[in-house]
Every structure is written in C-alpha cells, then in structure tokens.
C-alpha cells in the first residue's frame, strides 16, 4: 500500500515529523525556519500490532491533516523523520521505509523507533524517558551520550505496567473473583459495563480474537475505579506503578545515573490519567532514582521528529554549485 496525499499549491518547502504508536499517530509540519505549520493526528500506527497497511493509512490521515491545515503538497517536503512503534524490528522498518519513499520520491528519510524520539523530546544532557502507554519501555542517554533501553519487547514477552498489561491483569483478577464468590466484584461489573460484554465468555472471545481491542480500554476504567476508592483497581495501578519505576530504574543504574542528578520524563497514555497511578509512579521512580528530576517532555515526540527532519533536510541540502 502505497501513501496517496492531497496536492494543494506550493507554499514552502517544509519537514514532517510523525510519532506513531500502539494506540495514536500524531505528525507536525515544520516550516524551514523551525516554526510549526500543523499539527495532525490520526489511529494506532505501530506496524507489528496493526499490520503494515493498517499502519501506513494511519500515517496517511495524520499527514492528509496537516497538507490541508498548511496548504502544502508533498513536493514541498524535503525530509521526513517517522519514529514508529515496532520499528525496532529491521524487516518492519525497511518495510515502512519503502512506502514513505515511495510517497515522497527523492526526499530525505529516517526511521527510527518512537523510543528515539522520546529521548530526542527529553533534550541535552544525561536524561532518562519511561514510555508509559499501550505498551511499556525506558530508554535512557549518559552525559557521553551512551544510550540504553528497558523493556519494549511487546505484549508477548514483556510491556509490564502498560495499559495492554494493566487490562489483561484487570480482567484476570475480576474472573478470579467472580470464580471464588459467583459474584462480580465493582471492578468487574463496571468493566462488563462500560465494555458492553454480556459475560466473561464473551469477553474473554473478543480478546482472544483481537486482544489490543480489548485490553488497552481497560485502563481508564481502573484509574477512575481506584480514584473512587476500589482496592482491587488501587492494587493494580500499583502494580503498574512498580513495573514501571523498575524499567527506568534499570535504565539509570545501567548509565550510573542512579545516584545522581538527571532528568527523568514520563510520557505516554497512562501520564495524567489518573491522580493516584501518577502519585504511586513518581514515589516509586524516587525510590529508584532519589535525585532525579521528574516530570513531562517539554516538547512532543512529533514536534521532536519534525526538528530532527530540519537537520536532515540541512545534511543533505546539495552544496552551492552542485546540480
């Protein structure tokens, strides 16, 4: 499947910056000055949990938003910079790189993970990012510019703490319970509820079949059943909490940041969802990293790509006299 975006007259010549992951996809246009243009956004666009062409047309609505909002056409772009879940795998990289060249013929190109980005949004210096979303991962950079990463290995082998993880507990833990009373706990019922399932059966038949459909929409119904007071959704968010905390943990003591002072970012669909997950969270990543100054991204993913393509497109502009 090939991107197919809408031709608007020239107006500049401009870059793309595109973030996309297990549950969104958000792209910025960026002037050549370093100004934003647009900003679009559009579903899931992680090639390993949706498929390739799945993922491809999700790029395609982010990219379509922000041509319309700035009036550009895709010959005004001149670099591309698409950090994308599930890019870590070469063949799934080489596959998206294939269908952005041949959206964008002769224009520059990078692809990377959305863990790159992350990093990339964090700023100089030693830092550390927890990616706190559908999926779950740290990755981290020493003052010698040293990278690590934690985690990230999909819902297969690892996300602990993500909202894919944080479901698939939820829904283990309220059958567990309705299995040992025959009666639903709170938790269960309101996941029934707001999910629209009859039964567990026909849950537990939905998630077999498509479980990213599935999991990850459990999330918000445990944050808001712990902040009304649920000791099994407080529990699991706990949980999470630690999961999490551990993965940066791991990623600093590995750099040698533990004991010192860095910058340590959260980002992700979890961050800010939930008063009590966030208020676990930051008291474990303290026991971790005692020192460390947390907090948000000061800038998105997406707009980090996008100044990511300016030094791409400035790489590989032809030197005066060339033709």
Not at 35 to 40: D, E, I, K, P, W
Not at 47 to 66: H, S, T
Request: contains cysteine; glycine residues 12%; proline residues 3%.
């Amino acid at each position: 499947m090939i991107l197919s975006v809408l031709a608007y007259p020239s107006r500049m010549r401009c870059v793309l910056g595109l973030d996309g992951g297990g549950t969104k996809t958000e792209c910025v246009l960026m002037d050549e000055q370093g100004s934003v243009a647009a900003r679009g956004r559009s579903g899931p666009s992680n090639p390993v949990r949706v498929g390739v062409n799945a993922a491809v047309a999700a790029l395609e609505v982010a990219v379509r938003d922000v041509f319309a909002a700035a009036n550009v056409a895709e010959g005004d772009v001149v670099a591309i910079v698409a950090g994308l879940a599930g890019a870590g795998r070469k063949e799934m990289a080489e596959r998206m790189t294939e269908e952005l060249r041949r959206a964008f013929p002769g224009c520059a190109l990078k692809i990377c993970t959305d863990l790159e980005l992350a990093l990339a949004a964090a700023g100089d210096g030693p830092a550390v990012v927890l990616v706190a979303g559908t999926g779950s991962a740290a990755i981290g950079r020493d003052a010698a510019g040293r990278v690590i990463r934690a985690g990230g290995l999909g819902p297969a082998l690892g996300d602990e703490g993500s909202a894919y993880d944080i479901g698939r507990r939820a829904i283990a833990a309220a059958m567990q319970a309705q299995k040992q009373s025959s009666v639903d706990s709170r938790l269960g019922r309101q996941i029934l509820q707001r999910l629209r399932f009859s039964s567990w059966e026909e849950l537990g038949a939905r998630a077999s079949a498509n479980a990213d459909e599935v999991f990850p929409r459990i999330f918000p119904i445990v944050a808001e059943e712990a902040g009304a007071g649920d000791a099994q959704a407080q529990g699991l968010l706990r949980e999470a909490a630690g999961e999490l905390a551990k993965l940066a943990g791991t990623v600093a003591e590995r750099l040698g940041l533990s004991a010192t002072s860095f910058f340590l970012a959260k980002t992700g669909g979890l961050i800010g969802r939930s008063a009590y997950f966030d208020e676990q969270l930051d008291a474990m990543l303290r026991r971790e990293a005692p020192q460390a100054r947390l907090g948000t991204l000061p800038t998105s993913a997406a707009e980090a790509a996008a100044r990511l393509a300016l030094h791409l497109a400035r790489e590989n502009r032809p030197a005066a006299g060339d033709s």
